[in-house]
């Protein structure tokens, strides 16, 4: 089924200190044309994320934006080398015992001798996982853009199919009048040729008049317009059916259907056929406007 070109899609997500934001915004465009910006530290993610998101858009153009906040470290880890306190506490005790001292080592002056406290920092995740992470959040938000696209899809396909049911039973209607155009304009001409005879000193050929109405038969004869623009309906119908991105064929059969309306309305001499050759290029220019946000 069809799909818009316009949509946004998001996701977010905390690890921690981090916070990672995704945005997706994609409007319409001939082509398909994926933009990605990154945080500096991750723009060698770049190809990998236009991949990733091409699996989710046909056509358009997309802006990917991702954010990174927060520091990836966490708190300081801080131990005790007891191996090294013991050391400096048996050390401190026969200082005592030689010199005679009375100040005991207490447990702060211990802390600050070197050796006995150890600080280290843990990162909460490698670059491996920061980065697998970050694709999986554009992979979420890309879903999420899909989806959005999706819906105004479901509202494309059904004003598309309206308006094309429409333009078949206007076409229909032309069908049934077409055959009488050339009798028509036989019995007016006949009627009018027959009025001025009244006046003209000379006998109208009957064989010219014949003539006459067979060249204008074959100069207003509208059924391989019809043809063909029946024919563009039913390819329109099941183009809108398919699962590929088909706005550009849409697009086509519309300037091919408008055409075809065109040359009805000049070639019938018939005023219920003109009217109608009008409200059909009507509605095929509304058709062409909502095409032009089909994938």
């Not at 019938?268 to 509304?286: D, F």
């Amino acid at each position: 089924m069809i799909r818009s070109m316009t949509g946004y899609g998001r996701a977010d997500d905390m690890r921690g200190s981090l916070r990672l934001t995704v945005e997706l915004r994609a409007v319409n465009h001939r082509f398909q044309e994926i933009l990605v910006r990154l945080p500096r530290n991750w723009s060698m993610l770049e190809d990998q994320v236009r991949k990733l998101v091409a699996q989710y858009v046909r056509r358009g153009r997309v802006e990917v934006t991702v954010s990174l906040e927060g520091s990836a470290a966490t708190p300081s880890t801080v131990s005790i080398d007891w191996s090294v306190a013991e050391q400096f506490v048996q050390l401190s005790r026969e200082l005592d015992q030689r010199f005679s001292l009375e100040t005991p080592l207490c447990a702060k002056d211990l802390l600050l001798l070197p050796g006995v406290i150890h600080t280290s920092k843990t990162e909460e995740a490698d670059d491996g996982e920061v980065a697998e992470w970050l694709l999986a959040n554009v992979r979420a938000a890309a879903a999420d853009l899909l989806s959005m696209k999706q819906m105004e899809g479901d509202g494309l396909l059904a004003d598309l199919s309206q308006r094309l049911h429409a333009v078949g039973k206007w076409l229909e209607e032309i069908r049934l009048l077409a055959p009488a155009c050339a009798e028509e304009y036989h019995s007016r001409l006949h009627q009018r040729l027959s009025e001025w005879a009244a006046q003209a000193p000379f006998d109208l050929d009957p064989q010219r008049l014949a003539q006459e109405v067979v060249f204008f038969a074959e100069k207003s004869d509208i059924s391989e317009e019809i043809t063909r623009l029946t024919s563009h309906c039913q390819q329109f119908r099941q183009q809108l059916e398919k699962e590929e991105a088909v706005g550009r064929k849409l697009d086509f059969l519309l300037q091919e259907m408008n055409r075809e309306a065109n040359t009805i309305a000049s070639k019938a001499n018939h005023l219920r056929i003109q009217h109608l050759a009008v409200e059909i290029k009507t509605e095929l220019e509304k058709m062409r406007e909502q095409v032009q946000n089909v994938e």
